[in-house]
T-cell receptor, first 114, second 112 residues
Framework: KAGVTQTPRYLIKTRGQQVTLSCSPI?????VSWYQQTPGQGLQFLFE???????NKGNFPGRFSGRQFSNSRSEMNVSTLELGDSALYLC?????????????FGPGTRLTVT | SQKIEQNSEALNIQEGKTATLTCNYT??????LQWYRQDPGRGPVFLLL?????KEKRKERLKVTFDTTLKQSLFHITASQPADSATYLC???????????FGKGTSLLVTP
């Protein structure tokens, strides 16, 4: 079974631009979660989608948004990029929402904002 | 505020010994607790899940305990090997049940 894939793997953007990251979950998984990982803050929850509905959102500004399609693929968008948005963005898929099911992570997208 | 605390100092142990990592939490009432392993530049990999009504769970050389009274989980790796060197993350389901919140992880270094 293919794992979680994320595209692109690396991205360099300029302050003020916007970016869209993509995540394809494991086949059959309907839950997709997004996380931001930085050395200082660790792994921080952004949002979780299940069956195209956002079930929960972390403590991030409205510049961070996401969506899930009917095939469970998900995208996240960050508008008006700031230097502090430089991070590893990880997507994870699972069979169920929340902590009742193990999550399978993709390799991440390394975003650098200059 | 909700907190998940893992020892920020790296744990250095000798090959063959048992490594014990700690995860403490406050202002959570988790129904589930999970442990993950993360290697540099890669996404976390799931290791074990334990439910609130389970005291202990084992998988090969790994053992997890979950004490909801102490609000603590211990993660043990027995007969540790250099290949076990990585960062280990604990994660709790949020009180809403719709998110998984991670600690910052503890780095483990196993030397031959």
């Amino acid at each position: 079974k293919a794992g979680v894939t994320q595209t692109p793997r690396y991205l360099i953007k300029t302050r003020g631009q916007q970016v869209t990251l993509s995540c394809s979950p494991i086949s059959g998984h309907r839950s997709v979660s997004w996380y931001q990982q930085t050395p200082g803050q660790g792994l921080q929850f952004l949002f979780e989608y299940f069956s195209e509905t956002q079930r929960n959102k972390g403590n991030f500004p409205g510049r961070f948004s996401g969506r899930q399609f009917s095939n469970s693929r998900s995208e996240m968008n960050v508008s008006t990029l700031e230097l502090g948005d430089s991070a590893l963005y990880l997507c994870a898929s699972s069979l169920a929402v929340g902590g009742s099911s193990e999550q399978y992570f993709g390799p991440g997208t390394r975003l650098t904002v200059t | 505020s909700q907190k998940i605390e893992q020892n920020s100092e790296a744990l250095n142990i000798q090959e063959g010994k048992t490594a014990t990592l700690t995860c403490n939490y406050t202002n959570y009432s988790p129904a589930y607790l999970q442990w993950y392993r993360q290697d540099p530049g890669r996404g976390p990999v799931f290791l074990l899940l334990i439910r609130e009504n389970e005291k202990e769970k084992r998988k090969e050389r790994l053992k997890v305990t979950f004490d909801t009274t102490l609000k603590q989980s211990l993660f043990h790796i027995t007969a540790s090997q250099p290949a076990d060197s990585a960062t280990y993350l604990c994660a709790l389901d949020s009180n809403s049940g719709y998110a998984l919140n991670f600690g910052k992880g503890t780095s483990l270094l196993v030397t031959p």
